[in-house]
C-alpha cells in the first residue's frame, strides 16, 4: 500500500520552504470599521495573495479568529466603536500567542503614545495612518517572516531530524500534557514501545544508510496509523514510542498486531535491494496510572515480546 506523509508534517516542510508568507493559505484579517480604509488594504494584500479576511468591529473580529484559528496576521484599528483596539488586541492574545498570530496595531491618531499601548496590550508591531505601501509591506512580510522562523524553531525543536516524527524532548512534554488531559478526563491512555529487532545486524549487513532508510520506513508506517492527536516519537536510536488515546485494550493489541505484521511483510526497498525487518511491541493500556509508570510497563512487555523470539506483540 501507499504510504502518506502525516498533513502536519507536509504543513511543516511548506514553513521549512520559507514560503508560507506568499502562500493563498496564509490568512490575515483586517479590522477597521471604516469600509473605505478596509477596501483600500485589501487592494494592497491583493498583491500578495493572501487569504484576506474583513471584520468591521472587535466583536466580528473575535467571531473570525474562532473561526479561522490559523489566522496568521491581524491588522487592527485603534478607534473603533464598542470594543477598542486595545482590548480587541488583549483578547486575541489571549487567544492566540505571539508564535500563533501576528498582531499590527493601525491608528491615524496619536502616533507614540498609541504605538506603545498597542505593543503593551500584546501587539507585534504599529502602523501609523496614512502609510506608505513600502513600509505596509515591509512590516507584514517581516511579521510573517517572524512567524516562519519560529515554526521553524520550532520544528527542529520537536522533530527528530532523521524520520520527521517527534523527538524525545517532545514526547515527555506534550506526552505529560495529553496523559493528564486525559486522566482529567476519566478516559484510558494507550502507550506502546516498539523496538526494532537485531537492528544491529541490518547495520551491519546492509550499512549504517540502510538502517537509516529503515528508520524512517517504519516511522512513516507508523505516522500513517494514528491520528494527529497521538503522538509518534522516536525516543531512542531504534525504539520509538506512542501515546494514544480513544482506544480500548483489545483494540489497541489489534491495530499494533496489523501494524507489526505490516511491517513484517513490507521489506524496504534500498537502492533496489529489498531489506525484511520485524518489530517486537509492548503495550500498556490503563486509566490512573502515572505517565512514567505506564512507559516502565511498556517497556517490560516490550522486553517480553523480545523474549518469546522477537516479531510480537505483548500487552
Ligand atoms: P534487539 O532485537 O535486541 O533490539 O537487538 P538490536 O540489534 O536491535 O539492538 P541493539 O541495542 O544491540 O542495537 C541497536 C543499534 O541501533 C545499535 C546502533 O548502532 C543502531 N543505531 C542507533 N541509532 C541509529 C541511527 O540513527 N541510524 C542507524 N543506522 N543505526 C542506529
Ligand atoms: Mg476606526
Ligand atoms: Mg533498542
Ligand atoms: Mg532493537
Redesign the pocket.
Known sequence: YVLKDGPENVDYVVRLLGRLHRNPQTKVLVVDDSRSYRQAVLRLLAAHRYHVLEAASGEEALAVLAEHPDLKLALVDYSMPGMDGFALVREMRRRSGKDKLAIIGVSAVGGARLSARFIKSGANDYLNKPFLAEEFYTRITQNLEMLDHIAQVRYMAERDF?TRVFNRRYFFSAGGQLHALLTRRSQPATVAML???????I?DTYG?EA??AV?KHMAQLLVSRFRASDIVARIG??EFCVLASDMRADQARLLFEELRTAIAETPVDFDGQPIAYTV?IGLCCALGLSLDDMLREADRMLYRS?AVG?NSVTL
Do not use: P
Open positions: 532523521l523496538d526494532i529487532d537485531n537492528f544491529k545486524a547495520n549504517h538502517g537509516d528508520l536510536g531504534e517486537s523480545k522477537r
